[in-house]
């Protein structure tokens, strides 16, 4: 029977500003998202933070404070895909943290090559297209919970005959 994976997700936050660290992933070129990961077996969901974040961006934990968290976030991999044979999606926490370290903390080539750049923005600047369809829904609930703001599809111009 197809599971639900645990994951753990991380939005970094500069106190003063304000601003949210994106990443763009290393696969997906446009396509930006948090620091994120599995859960390993007989790992507590703050573990699986430390160690999703200092591998995927470098990171350490002296070098952010955790803020806050909200859980239950669900999506199910499109096309029926089953990861690592049994999980048919994701179920995430997500952690807001606020980040204490210096611009060379953040290291993209540490171990797991997820990001291939990142940037600092504002949450009313994410756009939702950034990320894959199946994503979406999460995505404008944790922006709707951790920051209040509704998200919605940039609409394109239509082009002139």
């Known amino acids: 029977m197809a599971t639900y994976r ?13 601003q949210i660290l994106v990443g763009e992933r290393s696969d997906h070129k446009n396509s930006w998202q948090f620091p994120q990961g599995g859960v390993d077996k007989g790992e507590d969901l703050i573990g699986a933070l430390k160690r999703e974040v200092e591998e995927e961006i470098g990171i350490i934990p002296k070098q952010y404070t955790l803020v806050s968290c909200h859980t239950n976030y669900r999506y199910k991999f499109p096309g ?3 990861k690592k044979g049994k999980f048919c999606g994701q179920e995430q926490t997500y952690f807001l943290c606020d980040f204490d370290g210096k611009k060379n903390s953040i290291d993209l080539t540490n171990t797991d090559h997820e990001f291939r750049d990142y940037k600092w923005i504002y949450p ?5 297209e950034w990320v894959p369809k199946f994503k979406r829904p999460v995505f404008k609930r944790v922006f709707r919970d951790f920051f209040g703001i509704k998200l919605e599809l940039k609409r394109k111009p239509k082009k002139k005959k």
């Open 80 to 82: 029926g895909h089953l």
């Open 6 to 18: 645990p994951n753990v997700a991380a939005i970094f936050r500069k106190p003063k500003s304000g």
């Open 124 to 128: 009313k600047d994410f756009q939702l």
